[in-house]
């Protein structure tokens, strides 16, 4: 079946059923029977769990370390991890990075990953640019198991929360950045969360703005700082 896409372009949609109008959005499907990280990420490059993975270049899974204490979630790749395949490559991933070292952890071995794998966008007016777009609710929920499968398996002591779409990925819709940023807390018992035991128990988690936000902010030192002393919490935290 051909259908005339938002961005114009014809596509052949007759063997991507799961993502049809009507049809369940779910990753669950995807995930392979066993194996690592190689094999999730292997897996996760033909995911067609929900329609993003339509308009975008590849899956962007998370990179990094097999069992690094520190992870580090955002929310979906940008157009720059979008092209390279790589998350956090972009101008904001640059700021993060930047600030993990100023916050005493650039030497901590981190895996970073996004809540969603594909990127979501719609095309400005001329059709030159990419512009984000948050993905929906039902969208996050889809893409959830892949964040499940890389926490159980890297098993950190810390996961860093980079903003709401990510918090609410990972704790619920009800998650607010603002209520809950600079503090570190054990990742809540329920199903959806449950990330398995780290080497020192359950992972504790720790809410903070995303990078881009802070890039985006009227007052970027004062956001920058704010996402510093966040951070050193986390370096805190690690010893
Ligand atoms: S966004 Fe997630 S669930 Fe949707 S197709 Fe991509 S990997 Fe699959």
């Known amino acids: 079946m051909r259908v005339r896409t938002d961005r114009g372009a014809d596509r ?13 959005y779910d990753a669950r499907p995807y995930l392979p029977r066993r ?3 190689a094999s999730l990420r292997r897996a ?17 899974f998370g990179a ?18 979008d092209r390279q395949g790589e998350p956090f490559v972009g101008p904001a991933g640059r700021l993060l990075r930047k600030a993990l070292d100023e916050a005493g952890l650039g030497d901590e071995p981190v895996y970073f ?5 594909h990127f979501k966008f719609t095309t400005s007016e ?21 964040l499940e499968e890389e926490l159980r398996l890297v098993e950190p002591e810390v996961v860093v ?8 990925a990972l704790l619920g819709n009800a998650f607010r950045v603002s209520e809950q940023r600079g503090v570190l807390r054990s990742l809540p018992d329920r199903e959806s969360a449950d990330a398995g035991p780290s080497r020192a128990g359950r992972p504790q988690f720790l809410a903070t703005l995303h990078p881009s936000a802070v890039l ?22 690690l010893g």
């Open 12 to 24: 052949d949609t007759s063997a991507d059923t799961t993502a049809d109008a009507g049809a369940a």
């Open 35 to 37: 194996g690592g990280l």
């Open 44 to 60: 996760a490059a033909s995911c067609r769990g929900c329609p993003l993975f339509k308009d975008a270049t590849q899956t962007v």
């Open 64 to 81: 990094g370390p097999a069992h690094a204490r520190l992870v580090l979630v955002g929310e979906q790749p940008g157009d720059q991890e």
């Open 113 to 117: 990953t996004n809540a969603v794998k």
């Open 126 to 146: 001329r059709g030159k640019r990419r512009i984000h777009k948050a993905p929906s609710l039902r969208e996050m929920t889809a893409c959830r198991p892949w």
């Open 161 to 168: 929360v980079l903003g709401g779409t990510a918090g609410k």
């Open 216 to 237: 985006r902010a009227p007052d970027r030192e004062a956001a920058y700082q704010g996402l510093l002393a966040d951070l050193r919490a986390v370096t805190e935290a």
